[in-house]
């Protein structure tokens, strides 16, 4: 079956990093765009940042410059490097499969469990 799976959250302050990892099985990942989600508290998910199946990436105005997405088709591993981090990072992180991405829209088919990061001021 399909799994997505996290790792690398944690909890850090203003200015640090952390690179978030989500190791892929179950389908042929080299054919599926994948993307960084996230959701704050009380707040609807949004998409952080988008790499096709080309390479290609897309990031949100909020996160560009400071985030950087990348997959390694070879060990089924997408990653999140996430430098100069800000309070308003602090959420669940989600990792995505899409069958279509365009940009930032994506049709996604497989969500991970998530993985919390927390940035204190």
């Known amino acids: 079956q399909v799994q997505l799976v996290e790792s690398g959250g944690g909890s850090v302050q203003s200015g640090g990093s952390l690179r978030l990892s989500c190791a892929a099985s179950?389908?042929?990942?080299?054919?599926?765009?994948m993307a960084w989600f996230r959701q704050a508290p009380r707040k609807e998910r949004e998409v952080v940042a988008v790499?096709?199946?080309?390479?290609?990436?897309s990031y949100a105005d909020s996160v560009k410059g400071r985030f950087t997405i990348s997959r390694d088709n070879a060990k089924n591993t997408l990653y999140l490097q996430m430098n100069s981090l800000k309070p308003g990072d602090t959420a669940m992180y989600y990792c995505?499969?899409?069958?279509?991405?365009?940009?930032?829209?994506?049709?996604?088919?497989?969500w991970g469990q998530g993985t919390q990061v927390t940035v204190s001021s």
């Open positions: 995505a499969a899409a069958s279509f991405c365009y940009g930032l829209v994506t049709r996604v088919g497989y």
């Open positions: 179950g389908y042929k990942y080299s054919r599926y765009c």
């Open positions: 790499i096709g199946t080309d390479g290609s990436t």
